[in-house]
C-alpha cells in the first residue's frame, strides 16, 4: 500500500502535466458511469505497479512507508501556524500536539481530531500537514494525539488513549484558551471508527457538541457491497483492511459496538454529526449506514459524498487537485456547521 517504489514513482508523477499525466492511467476505467479525473487515473495506475503482499507485509514497514507519503508532496504544503505539544498523564502518558492560528489570543472552538491508519500505522507526522490546514481553516484549535498502536497494543489500548485525551481536553480550557462550549471530536478512517465509538460511551454531560466521521469503518463483522465492489485498485484493498483488522482485535471482538459502532443496540442522544463519504471507498457503505442511524435516531446529520474519490483524500490533497477541492468543502461545512452553526443542521 505504502512501499518506497510506489512513492518514488508518485513523487516523479506529481510534476507531470496533465497531457502526459493522462496516458498513465490508461486502463484505468470510469466506474458505474461515474468519470475519474485524469489526476486520481494515474495515481491508482502508479499504485497499481507494484503489488504489496499484504500476507507478509510488517507493521514497522508500513509505519515508517506511511510516514514518508505522508510527508511528501502529495500529502500538499505546510500550513504556517502556531504548534505546542503537551504530555497528557496516562498509562502509559499520551504524547498530543496543538494547532492554533497564529494571532488568536480569544478562547477558539476546538477539534480532537483522532488520526487514521488502520490501527497500525500513522500518528503525529502523518497527519500533521492536514491538521495544520484544518487549523488555519477553520480557525480552531486542532488537537492530534499519538495513541497507542497495534499489535503491540491491540484493542481497546488506542481507545483508552483518546478517551483520556478528550477527557485531559475537557479539563484544559482554560489554560488551552478554548470555547469549551465548542468541543468537537473527529477522526478519518480509524479514527472516524473512535470518534463514532467515543460518542456512544461517553457519558451525555461529557459528549462532544460537534462529531466529524471521515470515512469511518463502522462495522467489522461483515463485508458490506463497497467493500466487495472495490476490493482492489482503489488504494485500499480488503485485503488490507484485513490485515489491519487481525492486528487490531480478535474476531469475537469485532462484534462489540467499541469496535463495530454500527452494531450498538441504540444510538440515541449523539451529538449532531458530519460524515463524509467517498464512493471508490470500501468502507463508503459502512459510513452511509451509520449516517442512516444517526438520522433514524433523530441526530441532526449533515453528508458530504464524493462518487468520484478514493479513501484517505485527506492525506493525498497535494497529489489529486479534487482532493485538494474536498478539503476546502469539508473546512467550509466545518465553519458553517459547527463555528458558526446555520438553521439547516439545527432544524
Known amino acids: 500500500m505504502f512501499n518506497a517504489l510506489r512513492i518514488l514513482f508518485l513523487r516523479l508523477a506529481l510534476g507531470l502535466p496533465d497531457v502526459l499525466a493522462g496516458p498513465l492511467g490508461f486502463g484505468v476505467k470510469d466506474v458505474d458511469g461515474t468519470p475519474l479525473s485524469t489526476r486520481l487515473r494515474w495515481f491508482l495506475r502508479l499504485l497499481d505497479l507494484d503489488t504489496l503482499d499484504w500476507k507478509t507485509a510488517q507493521p514497522d514497514v508500513e509505519r515508517d512507508a506511511f510516514h514518508r507519503l505522508s510527508n511528501g508532496p502529495i500529502a500538499g504544503p505546510i500550513v504556517d501556524v502556531h504548534t505546542e505539544e503537551h504530555t497528557v498523564p496516562g498509562s502509559p502518558p499520551v504524547t498530543i500536539r496543538l494547532y492554533r492560528p497564529h494571532n488568536q ?60 485525551v478528550w477527557q485531559w481536553m475537557r479539563s484544559q480550557t482554560q489554560q488551552l484558551t478554548l470555547d469549551p462550549s465548542k468541543l468537537a471530536l473527529a477522526g478519518d478512517s480509524a479514527g472516524g471508527n473512535m470518534t463514532a465509538v467515543l460518542c456512544q460511551q461517553l457519558p451525555p454531560n ?20 463497497s467493500r466487495l465492489r472495490y476490493a482492489d485498485g482503489y488504494f485500499l484493498t480488503d485485503e488490507a483492511i484485513e490485515w489491519f483488522l487481525n492486528h487490531y482485535c480478535t474476531n469475537e471482538q469485532r462484534k462489540d459496538p467499541r469496535t463495530s459502532p454500527l452494531l450498538a443496540p441504540s444510538i440515541r442522544d449523539q451529538p449532531p454529526a458530519f460524515v463524509i463519504t467517498m464512493g471508490l471507498d470500501p468502507l463508503c457503505d459502512e459510513g452511509l449506514l451509520y449516517a442512516d442511524r444517526l438520522e433514524e435516531a433523530n441526530t441532526p446529520v449533515e453528508r458530504m459524498h464524493e462518487p468520484a474519490m478514493i479513501h484517505g483524500f485527506i492525506t493525498l490533497y497535494g497529489a489529486l487537485p479534487k482532493a485538494d477541492e474536498l478539503m476546502t468543502q469539508m473546512c467550509q461545512r466545518i465553519n458553517a456547521h459547527f463555528i458558526k452553526p446555520s438553521a439547516s443542521l439545527i432544524d
Do not use: K, M
Not at 500537514?129 to 497494543?153: K, M
Open 105 to 164: 489570543t480569544e478562547p477558539l472552538p476546538a477539534i480532537f481530531w483522532i488520526h487514521g491508519g488502520g490501527f497500525v500505522v500513522g500518528g503525529l507526522s502523518t497527519h500533521d500537514r492536514f491538521c495544520r490546514r484544518l487549523a488555519a481553516d477553520t480557525q480552531t484549535v486542532v488537537i492530534a494525539a499519538n495513541y497507542r498502536l497495534s499489535p503491540e497494543h491491540p484493542f481497546p489500548a488506542a481507545l483508552e488513549d483518546v478517551t483520556a
Open 206 to 225: 461529557e459528549r462532544p457538541a460537534y462529531q466529524i466521521l471521515c470515512y469511518p469503518g463502522t462495522d467489522f463483522t461483515r463485508r458490506h457491497p
